[in-house]
């Protein structure tokens, strides 16, 4: 059955088709609870209820500071279905990040959990705590599973005082007491009204909300049906990643709450549970980012089982490398399945993915694939709009998806969306790129973290594939290092085997610079190696080349 569905304005009405096609059918999992799409509609027109009841209007910003809950899809479309904007936080944001992006937006109401809570201390805002454990399944193994989460998170879960808190239920409570006045609040909304701001570094680093339309997010869901082909309402949607960001939130909320999907919910990445979960709920559709594939490969527990209901698996938020997508695409074949690894490129300031590779078993290192349908992408020169062919440049996207713009900054706004020759809106990535003859997209590097050594442009990304191919690491991550005779490469690396005496270290990081010498160019062989047990990773789990250039200095 392909997925031929009408977009609809808002979010939440195509949720609300799919409760009306598929009403019994199971729209979330979360361990042993399922909640069909009715329950989930209830559910939504309860804390919409509820919303209303705190005085929440359209246009307002509700901050949402929760990890993949049932409390937290449920919130994210109440919000949607009376008009307000949802204001997505990392869950485990420290209280100044909370606080930045509360006082931002002007948020007067918002949503935490266990763990999330202590970080809203002092905020004038109405907080309501959503505790893990509440829609854990109600069995023995429920109980015992909701006592060990609260032994494991007693030193990380502190009270808040803010100006009003209310618990999960007693939000519920007042929800029902302004359904018996008022009934079920109506709908509203337009396909060009913001639906949730995201926040990211942006294309210049400096931390921005990223404001994402109706429009913006069911085109990318809808991008989705024609690359997941044959589509079933009865597939499952692995959500281990996180719906604070974009890539959680619209490709894979949003688009199996479109289909009418199982959307199986993962709060805290564990590989085990994902593991458990994709085998328990035969989960077909699997997205995430490079570090989660390697944590289920190192976890073995997909190893030796059937995958032959795994349909398609697909990467984001980082490059995929070659030793990466090997190893992943070994495993599908041995389980049964006929799907690879693909990889993907995009950015939130376009909703996430743009593009995706074919899902073929050989494609060039970096290879990204071609625009979803109604994108358009090009190569520009850098600081131009001069579309270049073959050729290294910044990649320029326009189509649907396209951010609305950045929260009450015009400036930084009119950087990176320009209007060209063609008279289209387009998004300057600041990442490179080069659109081979193939007329597939080469993802190179983020501008950012392109080095210029001796006058040459060196691409980090490249000697970092170069050093996963020797079998002495584990990981790396490459930075420049500012030297007496200028910029060079530094490379961090996690050995396949700790090397545990100063004189392995030394063999070990000579060994390495011989072997880049084969491969790359002199300009691209490290000038320094340091070995780490780990590298630092960002919240969504990519590498965190900042942290790692921060200590240079």
Not at 149 to 158: E, I, S
Not at 393 to 401: R, V
Not at 445 to 462: C, E, F
Request: with cysteine.
């Amino acid at each position: 059955m392909s997925i031929d569905l009408p977009m609809l304005d808002t979010m939440y009405e195509q949720l609300h088709a799919t409760v009306e096609r598929y009403p019994n059918s199971t729209a979330l999992i979360y361990y042993g609870t399922h909640l069909s799409f009715s329950q989930l509609d209830d559910l939504v027109n309860g804390c919409a209820a509820g919303l209303k009841a705190l005085g929440v209007k359209k246009g307002d910003r509700v901050t949402i500071c929760m990890p993949n809950l049932p409390q937290t899809i449920a919130v994210i479309y109440a919000v949607n279905k009376i008009g307000a904007v949802c204001n997505m936080l990392h869950p485990l944001s420290a209280a100044s990040e909370v606080k930045h992006g509360v006082e931002l937006v002007k948020s007067k109401v918002a949503f935490c959990f266990d763990i999330s809570e202590k970080a809203f201390d002092g905020l004038p805002v109405t907080l309501i705590c959503c505790k893990t454990a509440q829609f854990f399944e109600k069995t023995p193994v429920g109980f015992v599973r909701g006592k060990v989460y609260l032994h494991r998170t007693k030193d990380k879960r502190a009270p808040a005082q803010v100006g009003h808190k209310l618990s999960w239920q007693g939000f519920l409570d007042g929800g029902k007491a302004y359904l018996k006045r008022h009934g079920i609040p109506p709908t509203v909304g337009t396909r060009d009204d913001t639906a949730a701001i995201m926040y990211t570094g942006g294309t210049t680093g400096s931390p921005k909300g990223v404001m994402l339309s109706n429009d913006a997010v069911n085109h990318l869901s809808f991008q989705m049906f024609p690359i997941a082909k044959d589509v079933l309402a009865s597939d499952g949607m692995l959500g281990a990643l996180p719906v604070f960001h974009g890539f959680g939130f619209a490709l894979c909320m949003h688009t199996a709450m479109c289909v009418g999907m199982r959307y199986a919910l993962i709060p805290r990445f564990d590989p085990k549970d994902c593991c458990s979960m994709i085998l328990k709920e035969k989960i077909s559709l699997i997205f995430s980012v490079p570090a989660f594939f390697e944590g289920l490969l190192k976890c073995g527990g997909l190893k030796g089982q059937d995958l032959s209901f795994i349909r398609l698996v697909g990467s984001g938020g980082d490059m995929v490398s070659d030793d990466l997508k090997a190893r992943m695409d070994a495993l599908l074949k041995e389980g049964g399945s006929n799907t690879y690894l693909i990889s993907g490129y995009g950015l939130t300031e376009c909703v996430t993915a743009c593009t995706m590779a074919p899902p073929a078993e050989k494609v060039g290192t970096g290879c990204v694939g071609t625009p979803f349908d109604g994108n358009e992408m090009k190569v520009v020169r850098l600081g131009s709009t001069e579309a270049v062919l073959e050729e290294d440049g910044e990649i320029c996207i326009t189509g649907p998806t396209l951010m609305k713009g950045y929260w009450q900054d015009e400036e930084e706004t009119a950087k990176v969306l320009k209007r060209h020759a063609d008279g289209k809106l387009w998004l300057h990535t600041g990442d490179i790129g080069r659109i081979g003859r193939d007329g597939q997209l080469y993802f190179k590097q983020r501008l950012k973290r392109v080095l210029k050594v001796s006058g040459y442009l060196i691409y980090p990304s490249v000697i970092e594939e170069r050093l996963r191919c020797n079998s002495l690491v584990e990981d790396c991550c490459v930075v420049g290092v500012q030297t007496a005779s200028g910029t060079k490469v530094k490379a961090y690396v996690v050995p396949q085997r700790p090397a545990k005496t100063q004189t392995e270290q030394e063999l070990l990081a000579e060994e390495l610079k011989r072997y880049s010498s084969q491969t790359l160019n002199r300009w691209s062989i490290p000038a320094q190696v340091e070995f780490l047990p780990e590298l630092p990773r960002t919240k969504i789990g990519k590498v965190d080349f900042k942290a790692l250039e921060a200590r240079q200095s």
